[in-house]
């Protein structure tokens, strides 16, 4: 079954500190990967992709086919980045849906 | 560009009711996806419209429809609204050839008593 696991529900981190929130998949097809993000009072917005392969705002995401990963990292966590973040698959090949893990919500303390 | 905009963005309705929430793409897109989020989860795909059809639909019941307009506005109706429907109801919008990068709107959030 498809599926896309982010097993913390918080994390909390000092600025300055490096992040990594976790993500897993279980998907046999080709997937693609997304990370998307919501800011407070804001929507949920595109963060990055893996196939773009870009930095944004500092964080990359590397995918890990051997693992089945796909964790979002950053080496020095801003306040400004105290969001909510979920990881998100989509089938390559065939598939129009992206499926959303849980998300993790980040909390980057002063 | 207002972005994608939704319809009403807050609604009660009562069990067995009938609801309409309506959406507005981002200028330039012409697919439509609907998006049910419950409390503490992400979101899950309810079904996609391109080209005034339903092009993938997720594991919802029919009670779920839908409708895309020649102007690419959306409709999601719910029949005989269960408690469990509560949550809301994001629409996301992109473009035929980029379905992985979405656009979403600030949802509807339904409550069902």
């Known amino acids: 079954a498809q599926r896309v696991t982010q097993p913390e529900k918080l994390l909390s981190v000092f600025k300055g500190a490096p992040v990594e929130l976790k993500c897993n998949y279980s998907y046999s097809g080709s997937p693609e990967l997304f990370w998307y993000v919501q800011y407070s009072r804001q929507r949920l917005q595109l963060l990055l992709r893996?196939?773009s392969r870009e930095s944004i705002k500092g964080f990359t995401a590397d995918l890990n086919k051997g693992e089945t990963s796909f964790h979002l990292k950053k080496p020095f966590a801003q306040e400004e980045d105290s969001a909510m973040y979920y990881c998100?698959?989509?089938?390559?090949?065939?598939?129009?849906?992206?499926?959303f893990g849980s998300g993790t919500r980040l909390l980057v303390r002063p | 560009d207002a972005g994608v905009t939704q319809s009403p963005t807050h609604l009660i309705k009562t069990r067995g009711q009938q609801v309409t929430l309506r959406c507005s793409p981002k200028?330039?897109?012409?697919?439509v996806s609907w998006y049910q989020q419950a409390l503490g989860q992400g979101p899950q795909f309810i079904f996609q419209?391109?080209?005034?059809?339903?092009?993938q639909r997720g594991n919802f019941p029919d009670r779920f429809s839908g409708h895309q307009f020649p102007n690419y506005s959306s409709e999601l109706n719910v029949n005989a609204l269960l408690l469990g429907d509560s949550a809301l109801y994001l629409c996301?919008?992109?473009?035929?050839?980029?379905?992985?990068?979405?656009?979403f709107g600030e949802g509807s959030r339904l409550t069902v008593l």
């Open positions: 419209y391109y080209e005034e059809e339903e092009r």
């Open positions: 998100a698959l989509s089938d390559m090949d065939s598939s129009y849906k992206l499926i």
């Open positions: 200028s330039g897109h012409d697919t």
């Open positions: 996301a919008s992109s473009f035929s050839r980029n379905t992985g990068e979405l656009f």
């Open positions: 893996h196939i």
